[in-house]
């Protein structure tokens, strides 16, 4: 007679694209998974911001069978130039920055831009059509009394200030930037529609991020005082202060929504697991923006978590050892990430005399010698591990 195999089950707290994320890997690894978030849909839907989607979240994706449904509500991006502005130096990065078989993908791109609520819209249909996964939404989390059926495993994904991290007593490091970033959607003449923007400005670096038919999402750091003062102007003045932000080619012709400011800062938890809990996402780290670095990081947590519960699943590891090893796998990248991150913003925003011959040969070099081009976006598109390994 054989022995059937005991049911794995997870409970994911947090049901943003990374907690959603988290739930749909640990159901195709095989578990069975309840997803839960106080807010309702309604309120999970209404961020008004966009993503910049990396090879490292495509290819999580494609292993989730949910790439080709994504893939069609983001927009591809086939070049990315960094500008920067103090030395105006400018280098682009182009497919073949990415290597001969990626550049030779069918719809090869070097990254993508997608909207938060078409992502989210998709992200929940799919949860609560899922036979191994349970949805609650806009319900408060359960009492600690409650009788609740057993989890083999719990995840935090619950962002920043984590209720799940904080009940369990994990504390984290982490200080605040002098920056915000102000996110908005405008409409751009002087880029094309598969073109995204890195701008390094001495104020912080800016994005400028294609979505398609000459829409831009823009995410512009600058001093916190700065960003309240560009976030109470008027549309025309609002305009006025971009078309100055901006390089001479890029010209802002409209505002399409409400500009909105928020804090940045760098948060790490001190770590990221106890007793049967992982954090994931931005409740175990948070880092500076620039680069697209944020959220494709969150879904290398999911990657590396999807992994461990296939294992466990099949029985090559216990589910008890599974929060540790998550915890071992997911530290050189996060901190690699945070530390790269941090010092690009460092680096260059700024307008040090010393600093800027040094930016100017090092972008220099960057644009004479494509080995250098790829390497740098296998970092960006992959993570800064990438270049341990090769």
Request: hydrophobic share 45%; charged share 20%; glycine share 6%.
């Amino acid at each position: 007679m054989v022995e059937s195999k005991p049911v794995l089950r997870a409970l994911v707290n947090g049901a943003g694209p990374t907690g959603a994320l988290t739930a749909f890997a640990l159901a195709d690894a095989g578990w069975q998974v309840q997803i839960s978030d106080p807010l309702p849909a309604a309120v999970l839907l209404e961020r008004s911001r966009a993503y910049a989607f990396t090879h490292s979240s495509q290819r999580l994706l494609e292993q989730l069978g949910l790439w080709s449904a994504v893939q069609a509500l983001l927009v591809p991006f086939r070049s990315l130039e960094l500008l920067d502005l103090a030395t105006q130096r400018q280098v682009p990065f182009c497919l073949a920055d990415l290597g001969s078989r990626r550049a030779a993908a069918p719809a090869a791109a070097v990254g993508w831009v997608g909207q938060h609520r078409p992502l989210m819209t998709l992200l929940l249909e799919r949860l609560g059509a899922h036979p191994a996964i349970t949805l609650e939404l806009g319900t408060p989390p359960p009492h600690a009394a409650a009788k609740q059926p057993p989890h083999d495993l719990i995840v935090a994904a619950d962002g920043p200030h984590s209720p799940s991290r904080e009940a369990l007593g994990i504390g984290v490091l982490q200080w605040a930037y002098r920056q915000n970033c102000l996110t908005a959607l405008v409409q751009l003449r002087g880029s094309a529609d598969d073109q995204a923007w890195e701008l390094l400005r001495p104020e912080g670096p800016f994005a400028v991020l294609p979505l398609g038919d000459g829409l831009f999402q823009l995410v512009w750091s600058a001093p916190a005082q700065r960003c309240r003062q560009l976030e109470s102007l008027g549309d025309s003045a609002f305009l006025d202060a971009l078309a100055g932000a901006l390089p001479d080619q890029l010209q802002p012709d409209a505002l399409l929504d409400d500009p909105r400011a928020f804090p940045v800062a760098l948060l790490l938890a001190r770590r990221l697991h106890r007793g049967h809990t992982v954090l994931v996402g931005e409740s175990g780290h948070r880092c500076h923006p620039v680069g697209g670095q944020g959220l494709n990081l969150c879904w290398r947590d999911v990657a590396t978590l999807h992994r461990l519960a296939r294992r466990t699943a099949a029985g090559r590891l216990a589910v008890h050892r599974l929060p540790a090893a998550y915890a071992r796998r997911r530290w050189p990248d996060l901190l690699l990430t945070l530390l790269a991150t941090d010092l690009l913003v460092r680096f260059f925003s700024n307008r040090s005399p010393l600093l800027l011959p040094l930016r100017h040969l090092a972008l220099l070099l960057l644009a004479k010698l494509a080995p250098l081009r790829q390497l740098s976006l296998s970092a960006m598109t992959d993570g800064p591990c990438q270049l341990l390994r090769r």
